[in-house]
């Protein structure tokens, strides 16, 4: 009667679950507990025990989990804070970009790999996830932390930058490079990020009490809340940038004004979900390169050419913070996670990028987002006992 | 480059965006918000403006989103107060389904429709679909009103009924009535309701303490409820009853020791997933019955058959709660959203409904849903005010 109806609870108990087993058993061994989550992908998922493979739901309920993930990040984030680190973030996010994109480039040209295909993993190098580190600072209360406005900032950053690396990558692969469409994208992305950085919390402040006073259905405020998450996504994604771009400048929007009740009620929506982008991380994983001893070695090159080309192209953007700061901000923006898997996909269906070369740019993107976590907590351990540090200022 | 990932906030707009903005308008024209909800799904779907189809992410949220509103319903009732209403309810799921059954087959068959095809539109009136009704319960405040925890344990029992009579109806139509099997679906979906009902709780009270103070990752508590929740909701579909009836025995197995934390975390998820579930049943109405003007008559007959024979089938099962709570039981009772169109789904998947038949059935399960919530009000309203009636006893 109901046979249809089991999917949902089976898929959730399993994804769910092993997940929270998996964070727990980390957590006793003194591990992050979001490593544990990924594992716990990797090993329900199809390169291990092959109980669940990535579907339509799961991979929905992982989009959902990171877009909250963000918004709750951008709720503890005020815009001031950001703009602040704005200097140091975009050098950080630029040399960022230079970094791997020039390494991932040369060892697959050094490699006798074609031009384009050499590109393209160059490109798929560049783009930091920031849910993976954004979760770690999130839940050891490390958000407050100059490091960490510095790394969400530079993450914001990045993620445009990476739109117009992929825009001119992907030009090139179809061999017409339109300069004025390229500009146009840019401009777009640049120009909608910078207006919702800069205006987005005082048009809520102005116009949110209105509206909260006036509407009559029940928990209004988190509704509104929910709208403006999803409209802010949805503009994000129609400007060319990822969607968690908008989910954060969304919360950011809202810092000062969400109540209590209102973070509350997101937290659980972010405690369900996020598992499923943890798991689903780790769901992608694809073994397969262990098969052939030359991918096996190319993929812990470009693993390695991965880690530490942001490690110290970031690094270095942060100089004037100090080494501490260099480490932490160069390590909170290893992880690629699923921006560098899109971009491989898409050299993919483009006939650019061999399976093999798919599978080493998604081992890669897998196994930063395991490094990191663990770096991350070593490089800002005992951060919360400072002597608070006084902001950097810029101009 | 994140063309796919914009699916998910513009679903999630639409779909949430147009249900609260219905609820706020029924709202203020003094009509029950959960109509307009349902509403939404009727406008935004291929009825009216075809803006969104029910897809397999919509599904799966509506899924979730009803299995929450089961559970948070479940959170705020005592197994022991809906044991004591035990044989009232038990009167008012076999009135509630023997009534339904005998006017929807006898109006099939004095139409001349064939026998089984009767029987299966017969069938699809039997269950209840308790969702809405505790919907408008739990957003009134009425779920500690008698007439309440009749209707909860009635929608229970019905529920497991309900498995029975399409156990039966299934195997007539493949023409052979295998008794034993019967016997024992029945069985295992009765003794698992009655085990879960009657040492959930006390399990629960002795075991959750043990396990949330020796583990160690960040709200154990939500994340031993969400287990509790997937695990018996997938249980009971493995007992043959509905996924919902596990997570209301779940959140009823919880409701002696959950924390206000862990209330405002599901709420959370609930108030973000339940416009999902009334929207959803809302894209399913199918308006193609009015363009046949038998057809059309047929379902406005239909209709007021199903709405009538709860009322009064229900009603008289009540009888001993005096005229106030049959009413109120009765109307409770009446919606069937989306259980009935499993039933006739598979009717029409073993060609015993035409598909006309089919749309009739859809029809009436979707506008009773409509019909329920303003009656349901309507005879509870003062309920808040009055006096407390000593509470029924039985035995």
Request: one cysteine or more; a neutral charge; glycine letters at 10%.
């Amino acid at each position: 009667m109901h046979a249809d109806a089991t999917n949902i609870p089976l898929a959730m108990l399993a994804v769910f679950g092993s997940a929270k087993l998996l964070a727990e058993l980390f957590e006793r061994l003194k591990q992050p507990a979001i490593v544990g989550e990924i594992i716990a992908g990797v090993l329900i998922g199809p390169s291990v025990l092959g109980w669940v493979e990535s579907n339509t739901v799961l991979k929905a309920l992982a989009d959902l989990g990171v877009l909250f993930l963000l918004f709750r990040v951008g709720m503890e984030v005020r815009t001031r804070d950001l703009i602040r680190v704005g200097g140091v973030a975009t050098l950080v996010a630029f040399l960022g970009v230079v970094a791997p994109f020039v390494l991932g480039w040369g060892i697959m040209a050094s490699q006798g790999a074609p031009h384009v295909e050499s590109i393209f993993v160059g490109a798929a190098m560049v783009a930091t996830s920031v849910g993976i580190t954004a979760q770690v600072l999130a839940s050891q209360g490390l958000l407050q932390q100059r490091a960490s406005r510095v790394i969400l900032a530079a993450a914001v950053i990045d993620d445009v930058l990476g739109l117009i690396v992929l825009a001119v990558v992907s030009s090139l692969a179809r061999e017409h490079l339109r300069i004025l469409e390229l500009v146009a994208t840019a401009a777009i992305a640049i120009g909608f990020t910078i207006a919702i950085a800069k205006w987005g919390t005082s048009t809520v402040n102005r116009v949110a009490p209105h509206l909260v006073s006036r509407l009559k259905t029940g928990e209004v405020q988190f509704n509104l809340a929910m709208l403006l998450l999803f409209a802010l996504a949805l503009a994000a994604s129609y400007a060319g940038i990822a969607a968690i771009v908008g989910a954060f400048l969304a919360g950011m929007a809202l810092s000062d004004t969400v109540s209590g009740r209102v973070r509350d009620l997101t937290h659980g929506v972010t405690e369900l979900l996020v598992p499923f982008f943890l798991a689903g991380i780790g769901l992608q994983l694809d073994l397969s390169v262990f098969r052939n001893p030359s991918t096996m070695i190319l993929s812990l090159v470009i693993l390695a050419a991965a880690v530490v080309s942001k490690l110290v192209g970031c690094g270095l953007g942060a100089m004037s913070l100090g080494k501490q700061d260099m480490l932490r901000v160069g390590t909170g923006m290893i992880p690629r996670g699923e921006v560098g898997m899109v971009v491989a996909q898409l050299g993919l269906s483009m006939g650019v990028i061999p399976k093999p070369i798919y599978a080493v740019v998604v081992f890669m993107a897998v196994a930063t987002t395991l490094i990191a976590p663990p770096l991350l907590s070593l490089s800002f351990r005992g951060a919360l006992h400072e002597e608070p540090v006084e902001d950097f200022q810029i101009g």
